[in-house]
């Protein structure tokens, strides 16, 4: 049972570059999201997802895209990667509805840009 | 966009010593209040939430007290173990079933 996992775990790009963050869930949870986290700043939200082909921005979109075709995948594209964009970036599931609103990290993608 | 404010930023308690960090937020939130802990190198992880029909939960060494009209929610660890350093994040539900998060609480219990 793997349930959330992400890849690459670390990755060193340069500015300017595309990068693709990978987000991948076991158990069908519809709401799916991305999280940044910095020091001082907590987890802030990037974007979400409620179904597949259903996503929303979240508190800090900017610069970022995202796709979900479908309901275990949630990718992060960074289009045009800035030094600002430093950062560890997790992924997050739960299921709708029911009594809880329980979110299940992923393990984390450190993210440098040079 | 809702705030949530955390505090203290860090925080050293000897083993056996009570861990107390606080939360306080502006808008109307929703009926959920989680707290989150997150080990070095790994996710955040559940553990313990409220909704606001009580005032306290206690599951093992963790107590969430909850202060509706002050809009402040703590978490209190007894008997804090050196297992227990961690960062602890504070958080909300907001509209459209969004998480807000606190800044994060570095603890450090000391053996």
């Known amino acids: 049972d793997a349930g959330i996992t992400q890849s690459p775990r670390y990755k060193i790009t340069e500015t300017g570059r595309q990068v693709t963050l990978m987000c991948h869930q076991t158990?069908?949870?519809?709401?799916m999201f991305w999280y940044r986290q910095d020091l001082g700043h907590g987890l802030r939200l990037i974007y979400y997802?409620?179904?597949?082909?259903?996503?929303d921005k979240g508190e800090v979109p900017d610069g970022y895209v995202v796709s979900r075709s479908k309901t275990e995948n949630f990718p992060l594209t960074l289009e045009s990667a800035t030094r600002s964009q430093t950062s560890v970036y997790f992924c997050?599931?739960?299921?709708?509805?029911?009594?809880?609103?329980?979110?299940?990290f992923g393990p984390g993608t450190r993210l440098t840009v040079t | 966009q809702q705030q949530v404010k955390q505090s203290p930023q860090s925080l050293i308690v000897q083993k056996g010593g009570i861990s107390i960090i606080n939360c306080a937020y502006e808008n109307t939130a929703f009926d959920y209040f989680p707290w989150y802990q997150q080990f070095p190198g790994k996710g955040p992880a559940l553990l313990i939430a409220?909704?606001?029909?009580?005032s306290e939960k206690k599951e093992g060494r963790f107590t969430i007290s909850f202060n509706k009209s002050a809009k402040q929610f703590s978490l209190h660890i007894m008997d804090s173990q050196p297992g227990d350093s961690a960062t602890y994040f504070c958080a909300v539900m907001e509209y459209g079933n969004k998480l807000v998060f606190g800044a994060g609480t570095i603890l450090r219990v000391k053996s």
């Open positions: 997050a599931s739960r299921v709708a509805g029911g009594l809880s609103y329980e979110q299940y």
């Open positions: 997802s409620a179904a597949a082909d259903i996503t």
């Open positions: 158990w069908s949870h519809s709401y």
């Open positions: 409220i909704r606001p029909d009580v």
